[in-house]
């Protein structure tokens, strides 16, 4: 690719519609079928219809997900699905299993594939093999180093692939067994329950019932529990290696955490494409992924040394703000319409983003209901009107500071 692509996730057509508002290059998501996320909100053929709707109309690309590892009886019902999406002007189907990938050659040849972070791709020679297979582009193991990339860049003209932000798994590129062991759910089918984001304290034989903390943690202790990854400090080393698209985890977050991160990586992208030489971090785009749900950040395995894994960030998920509303109109006057997500209430100051990293801040006037009563107080899912600051869109998105704090150690991981 002669321009490296933003790839960021699209859980539902509100995602996809708002990643492609701030900034994506590309977006995946899975259908009603063997996508490694069966407890998003996948799309449906309607729904991946008005998705290309949207793409289309925006000049970008659209990457369906099909990564589950499949069982026998299993390969007649993908072939049936196969046919469904045939007619779909879908970009590439993101693959992993090897059945699969025979199966799409056979029934739909002319598909662009590309090849899912659960395949461990840790090398050139296996890249080239998966392109021998009609693979377009690999999704690289999240366990390799700088240095590795660009040996890998040399040795194959494949696109390449790499995730930049968000969850990860603790188990080899996603491939885990620990929740179908303990919950009978396979992570490699779609519906890991996340225990390596349980605490757990030992036991010993002879005392049974008497459990003993591991460090001193008031919620236990969180053997498991990975850093998340954010690498936007370390954009122009990875450009540099040669990987073609960046790619953003989190096909289950929600729309806010689609909108933030993605805004940031696109103005991180976009300012290195215009003076690479002289690119350097801004401290706002640290700041701003600061601002959504997420564990302690790492840099993974790209900087070589320990592996991460061992630094088990210890307890939940943390913010500094609360994601209060979408911008659904503005009206002539200024005053928007808005869909409330968290309750707000008059008189608050709210702070409005959008894409390009547009941001004011404004405190809250009159809210006024559907129905033309004046409230003072906005509960979720309530549609309002209010006036907001001038610039202000429709896809512009409302957020409080600090209102939530921290969370419980759940949440997505793996990869697609």
């Known amino acids: 690719m002669s321009r490296p692509e933003l790839l960021a996730p699209a859980g539902d057509v509100e995602k996809l519609r708002t990643a492609l508002a701030y900034g994506a290059d590309a977006v995946y998501a899975g259908g009603e079928r063997f996508s490694l996320r069966a407890m998003a909100g996948n799309l449906t053929t309607a729904d991946l219809r008005q998705g290309l709707e949207l793409v289309r109309a925006a000049g970008k690309r659209f990457y369906l997900t099909l990564n589950a590892y499949l069982r ?50 840790t090398n050139a020679a296996a890249v080239n093999f998966w392109a021998g297979q009609g693979v377009r582009r690999v999704n690289l193991a999240r366990e390799l180093n700088l240095a590795e990339l660009g040996a890998l860049r040399t040795g194959t003209a494949s696109e390449l692939e790499v995730f930049v932000h968000g969850a990860v798994c603790v188990a080899v590129s996603g491939r885990c067994l620990l929740s179908a062991a303990l919950t009978g759910r396979s992570a490699n089918r779609g519906a890991c329950t996340h225990p390596c984001r349980w605490p757990y304290a030992l036991i010993e034989e002879s005392r049974p019932g008497a459990f003993f903390p591991i460090a001193e943690d008031k919620r236990g202790s969180y053997l498991m529990n990975s850093r998340d990854l954010c690498l936007v400090e370390h954009l122009p080393a990875i450009l540099g290696a040669g990987v073609d698209s960046l790619k953003i985890e989190g096909r289950m977050k929600s729309v806010y955490y689609v909108a933030a991160v993605t805004r940031v990586y696109r103005a991180a992208l976009d300012a290195w494409l215009v003076d690479p030489a002289g690119w350097h971090c801004d401290p706002l785009w640290r700041s701003e992924l600061e601002k959504v749900s997420h564990r302690p950040y790492d840099h993974g395995f790209l900087l070589g040394g320990a592996p991460p894994q061992t630094e088990a960030a210890q307890g939940g998920y943390r913010r500094s703000h609360d994601f209060v509303g979408v911008v659904t109109a503005v009206r002539d006057d200024g005053r928007g319409e808005v869909v409330a997500r968290n309750p707000f209430i008059s008189g608050e100051a709210l702070e409005l983003i959008g894409p390009a990293m547009r941001s004011a801040s404004f405190k809250v006037g009159a809210i006024v209901a559907s129905d033309a009563r004046l409230l003072d107080r906005v509960n979720p899912n309530a549609h309002v009107s209010l006036s907001l600051p001038p610039g202000a869109r429709a896809g512009d998105l409302l957020r409080r500071e600090g209102r939530l704090g921290t969370g419980t150690a759940g949440g997505a991981s793996g990869g697609s």
Do not use: F, K, M, W
């Not at 993908?78 to 056979?106: F, K, M, Q, S, W």
């Open 72 to 121: 026998p009886d299993e390969i007649p019902l993908l072939e049936n699905y196969l046919e469904e999406l045939r007619p779909l002007a879908i970009d590439a189907y993101i693959v992993a299993d090897p059945g699969v990938v025979a199966t799409i050659r056979r029934v739909d040849p002319g598909r662009a594939l590309h090849l899912s972070t659960q395949a461990n791709t």
